[in-house]
T-cell receptor, first 121, second 113 residues
Framework: AQTVTQSQPEMSVQEAETVTLSCTYDTSESDYYLFWYKQPPSRQMILVIRQEAYKQQNATENRFSVNFQKAAKSFSLKISDSQLGDAAMYFCAYRSGGINAGGTSYGKLTFGQGTILTVHP | EAQVTQNPRYLITVTGKKLTVTCSQNMNHEYMSWYRQDPGLGLRQIYYSMNVEVTDKGDVPEGYKVSRKEKRNFPLILESPSPNQTSLYFC????????????FGPGTRLTVT
């Protein structure tokens, strides 16, 4: 079974600075997708960025970028020019690109434990 | 507006009293699923549905039931809730199981005393 680990329960950053959130995963699959979700105090789950495992280029969305190290099974999120609105819980998530032998992986997102990000003005 | 709605948003109930959390999407999505969020554990999948009348267990299905009689609706049923089902519940949907993005509902905070 796949597992996702976020080893930083909490992180903090000064406004306008850069912060990196860590995520590692374990899988024997070659076809998969990785995601970062943001959960602000409203509890809404918001997709921040995604990465296809078959792509070598790291995904970027405005101030958000990832460092995808496939061999090391690492998927960190870098937030540049941090803003007060970035304060939230961030979840790393994994989804299989196919169907596992048991056929039980249809669309399932496997989440990490989450990292609470505090942004100081 | 394309969205996933859940009701109720907050619910406090007592052990053993049957309850249903509704989930509805207006995007004609085939795939729907339920997750629960607990501190230190992230979100875990409870059940999922590939399409109408097709449902299957996720990682933590014990104590829950689901049904998918219509494409837009995917209710979560707790027939005899227990305190260990106190959690934050999310419904999610996507066009198909392989779609890049899953759309999440606003969450339902359930407390079982």
């Amino acid at each position: 079974a796949q597992t996702v680990t976020q080893s930083q329960p909490e992180m903090s950053v000064q406004e306008a600075e850069t912060v990196t959130l860590s995520c590692t995963y374990d899988t024997s699959e070659s076809d998969y997708y990785l995601f970062w979700y943001k959960q602000p105090p409203s509890r809404q789950m918001i997709l921040v960025i995604r990465q296809e495992a078959y792509k070598q280029q790291n995904a970027t969305e405005n101030r958000f970028s990832v460092n995808f190290q496939k061999a090391a099974k690492s998927f960190s999120l870098k937030i540049s020019d941090s803003q007060l609105g970035d304060a939230a819980m961030y979840f790393c998530a994994y989804r299989s690109g196919g169907i596992n032998a048991g056929g039980t992986s249809y669309g399932k997102l496997t989440f990490g434990q989450g990292t609470i990000l505090t942004v100081h003005p | 507006e394309a969205q996933v709605t859940q009701n109720p948003r907050y619910l406090i109930t007592v052990t053993g009293k049957k309850l249903t959390v509704t989930c509805s999407q207006n995007m004609n999505h085939e795939y729907m699923s339920w997750y629960r969020q607990d501190p230190g554990l992230g979100l875990r999948q409870i059940y999922y549905s590939m399409n109408v009348e097709v449902t299957d267990k996720g990682d933590v299905p014990e104590g829950y039931k689901v049904s998918r009689k219509e494409k837009r609706n995917f209710p979560l049923i707790l027939e005899s809730p227990s305190p260990n089902q106190t959690s934050l519940y999310f419904c999610a949907s996507s066009l198909s199981w392989g779609s890049y993005e899953q759309y999440f509902g606003p969450g339902t905070r359930l407390t079982v005393t």
